[in-house]
Each structure stands twice: as C-alpha cells, then as structure tokens.
C-alpha cells in the first residue's frame, strides 16, 4: 500500500486514509461490500483501501433518501440555491487538493484535474442563480374567468452513474441543478476513483450537517455494475442520469424505459475537426494538439479524426507531427506533462489492440502507434493516415489516436463529419462567414457541439452539454437542461362561477 508515500500526505486534508468506507447512507459512512484497492495508472501501485457498497446498504440508503427528499423538496428554492452555494466555497477552499487527487487517481494532468473541481464550482455558482429563476409561465385561456399557468415540481431522486474520465465534473453537471431543483441525488461515482466519489461526498456531507439538513439529501454508493443496475430498475428513482460507452447506456435506457422512468445520456463520441483551406494552420494545430491528446484521449469529446483539405493537408500534417515530437509523457502530477497514462491496464491493451486492427484496414502511423514501456498505462500520443471509409474510424478507441484524413469540398467534409454513428462534438477551421453559416445550419454538423476555430473538448458549463445519434440525446449543465430535473403540470384555475369548455363545445 503506497499511501504512506510522501506526496500522497494531502490525502489526509480531505478526509481520505488507507482504508475508506464507500458508501455515504443516512448521513452515515459504512460499506459492506467488497474491499477493493484504487490503483494509482503512474505505477499501476495501489494507493487505498475501499470498502464497496452491498445491495443492503443500497437499500437502506435508497429508504433514507426518500424520506429527506420529502423535506428537500419543501425548502423553498433560493434557500436550497444558498446550500449549493456554500457547496461550492467548500470547494474552494480545497481546490488543489481535490485537483491532485483527480489527476493521481484517474491519470489527467494536474491542470486538467484542478479544472474539472473548478467545472463543480462553476456549476455551484450557476445553480445558485438558476435558484431564484426557476420560472413556469402564464398561458392566456380561450375561456373567461380562466387562468392557465405552468408549474415546475421537483421529481424526486436523481441518480447519476458517472465515468472514470470527469469522475466528479459530470456529478456536478447534474447534482448542482438537480438540488436547486429540490431532488435529492443518489450517486454511484466510477468503480476505478472511489477516493473522488468519498472526497466530493464528504465535502457535500459537511455542508448538509452544519446546516441540520439529512445527509441521505446526497447519498453516494462506491461499487461496481451491481449498485449501477440496482439504480437502473429503481422506481423510486423517475431520472437516471448515465455516462459512459453507447454499449451500457443503451442497457441502462432498456432498463429504465422499462419502469417507465427518464435518462439522461452522456455516451460515446466520435468527433471531427474540419480544416479548410483558409484556415489559421497555428490556431488549428495548437486546438487539435488539445483536443487529440488532452486527457491522453480519454475525453468523450477528444478529437478522433481531422479532416484536412487537400491543399494544406501535408503542411497541416507535417506541423502536427513536430508538435506531436514534443509533447512530454510521464507522471500527470509533475509540471511540464502534457500526457498523462491511460487509466487502466485494460485500456492500454485496447491501444495495442486498436493499433493492430488500424494497420489491418489499411491505416498509416506516422507518429507514435506505441506503448511506452513503463510499469504504468503509458502510451505514444498517435496519428494516422487512414481512408475515412474504414470500419475502425467509426468505432471510439479510447486513447490519444487522431485518424487523419483528406476532403476535396466542405460538402464532402460535412458528409465525413456526419457519417459516424456518434454524434457529440464537432469544429471547423475557417474565416468564410458563409461557410460558418452553412456548418452550424440545417445541413452542417449533426452533433450536439458544433464550434468554430476552437477544439473539439473543452466545453463551458454555460451551454446545455450532450449530443445526438448514439451519443445518447442527453443535454446536462447550463441552457436550460433544469427543465429535465423537474416535472411540468399545465394548471387550468377557474375563479368563475361559469363552465364554459375548450374549443366551444357544448355538453348539454
């Protein structure tokens, strides 16, 4: 166990030991589940114990929670806003700590695991004010002495099932609007970064307590597909919000259609950036540099193919590859890294395994293609010329790959864009307004995110977040994504002493 480990003294400030309980339940830590180890992927070295969830406790933390949200659901919602407020200074105040931690457990660079605490944070500050603008509307009636009006409600609980990739950014995408919303929120983080899923949750826990408010208000389960599923098929639960592959998630839909209730999906992407002939080269080389080989191509908006046109495409290509030459592998907590290790064992053999069908179908490296030996999941940041037409290209590797490609026209570009199952995110490179126009319109991009001269990933938390196609439809954070946490009933009030009827029927 590495956890005596100088650098990992920090743990501490956040509540962590050797060995933790995984499950947050009626305000209580337990886990009766199995003990598993959270391996850090530099060294593929354990760092702590955890303590899993058991279906008992998911049961008694599942009855817990309705219980709270039947006073949650009542404490008027700029009230509720002032607890997700004070949520977000806690934060604040150990910001570097829960950035270490993210980038020790899950493998991003620091920068990349304080941004994804800061993401929570600005996710507080924006469900702060949506507290105080949850507004319905007034709907004029045909009938005199009639009032139409639309109110929102509260659901109920959220669950929200989340990935290894943001394994706290994306809980606070939805647990932020989902308690101003007045839902309690049932959390079961990745079974690969249960140290996040107890250091967000204590922190969470805190405000709760010193506010006299339940703790089952959040509760939280560390565990793997069982506590998943059990969430899944639980109808006390109307909305299931799920990350991660198409594969799952279209279970996870089955599984919830099935009782009747809501998802929220946050699949796989497959995204593109197109660069056309008028491009700013710099501008698009630094973006897709951050868009390919950020979170060491773990994000599911990492750009996976480039579209180049013709007329650049060997200068384009050849910048790339030199800037590919320094980009700096090694542990994502040491300054200078841009490329951390993949997360797991089993990843890094999925590249090796990827690299090998891309040569099959006739792909071209020419830069990286391999892992670099090292007791951690590291691998070479990858490019590859390959036929937009081939099987590979339509499928999500999870790894620093970018498929290279060549187009002729915009129209030839779009169709490239769009001709994946996945639809998440998407950007050009290009100064024509009409060629802007024409990306963003009815006939450009098919995809959720559609941008312009920036990368792929890196989305503010201001927008609504999600894609199409088999990314799953799902829209979380900003907008107005709220909607989706709580239940709309259109009021019909007569205050007169008259039953006139809609459309002018008269019944007798």
Request: charged share 20%.
């Amino acid at each position: 166990m590495s956890f005596g480990k100088k650098e990992y003294e920090f743990l501490k400030e956040i509540g962590l030991g050797p060995r933790n309980s995984g499950c947050y339940v009626n305000g209580v830590w337990q886990g009766n589940g199995p003990v598993v180890s959270t391996v850090n992927p530099s060294d593929n070295q354990p760092i702590a114990e955890v303590a899993e969830a058991s279906i008992e406790d998911y049961e008694e933390g599942m009855q817990a929670c309705a219980e709270a949200t039947k006073i949650w659901m009542q404490v008027p919602a700029p009230k509720r806003g002032e607890i997700v407020r004070q949520i977000g200074d806690s934060l604040r105040t150990k910001l570097h700590q829960l950035g270490r931690l993210v980038s020790l457990e899950m493998g991003k660079i620091l920068a990349e695991g304080i941004g994804e605490v800061q993401e929570i944070i600005d996710m507080c500050d924006f469900a702060v004010g949506l507290s105080r603008q949850l507004n319905g509307s007034v709907i004029p009636s045909e009938r005199p002495n009639h009032m139409m009006l639309e109110m929102w409600n509260p659901l109920g609980i959220v669950g929200v099932i989340t990935a290894f990739n943001f394994p706290c950014a994306v809980l606070g995408w939805n647990a932020c609007i989902a308690l101003v919303c007045g839902n309690s929120v049932v959390w079961k983080g990745a079974p690969t970064t249960p140290l996040i899923t107890i250091a967000m949750t204590k922190i969470i826990a805190g405000v709760l307590e010193r506010n006299n408010l339940p703790g089952a208000i959040f509760t939280s389960f560390c565990g793997g597909a069982e506590i998943g599923q059990a969430i899944a098929k639980d109808p006390r639960i109307p909305l299931v919000s799920f990350t991660g592959s198409s594969k799952v998630g279209l279970m996870v839909q089955q599984t919830v259609n099935q009782r009747y209730g809501k998802c929220l999906l946050e699949l796989s992407g497959n995204n593109a950036i197109i660069v056309m002939d008028d491009a700013d080269i710099e501008l698009a080389v630094r973006s897709v540099l951050f868009a390919a080989v950020g979170t060491a191509g773990q994000r599911c908006t990492t750009c996976r193919r480039l579209l180049l046109h013709e007329s650049i495409y060997q200068k384009v290509l050849d910048r790339l590859v030199d800037v590919y030459k320094q980009v700096k592998a090694g542990n994502p907590l040491e300054k200078g890294t841009l490329l951390g290790p993949l997360h797991t064992r089993a990843s890094r053999e999925s590249f090796v395994k990827g690299i090998e069908i891309i040569k099959s179908q006739g792909g071209k490296i020419v830069a990286g293609g391999s892992v670099i030996e090292s007791p951690g999941n590291f691998v070479q940041p990858t490019i590859v010329e390959i036929s937009a037409s081939a099987e590979v290209v339509k499928e999500e590797l999870f790894g620093p790959v970018l498929y290279v490609m060549k187009f002729q026209t915009l129209k030839e570009a779009i169709e490239i864009n769009n001709s994946v199952p996945q639809g998440l995110s998407s950007s050009i490179f290009t100064r024509r307004p009409e060629i802007i126009f024409k990306w963003i319109g009815p006939q450009g991009s098919d995809c959720g995110i559609v941008n312009v001269n920036i990368p792929t990933n890196g989305a503010e938390i201001g927008g609504a977040f999600g894609g199409e196609k088999a990314t799953g439809g799902g829209r979380e954070a900003g907008s107005d994504s709220w909607k989706q946490y709580m239940r709309r009933s259109t009021c019909t009030i007569n205050y007169g002493s008259e039953l006139p009827l809609a459309q002018g029927i008269n019944f007798g």
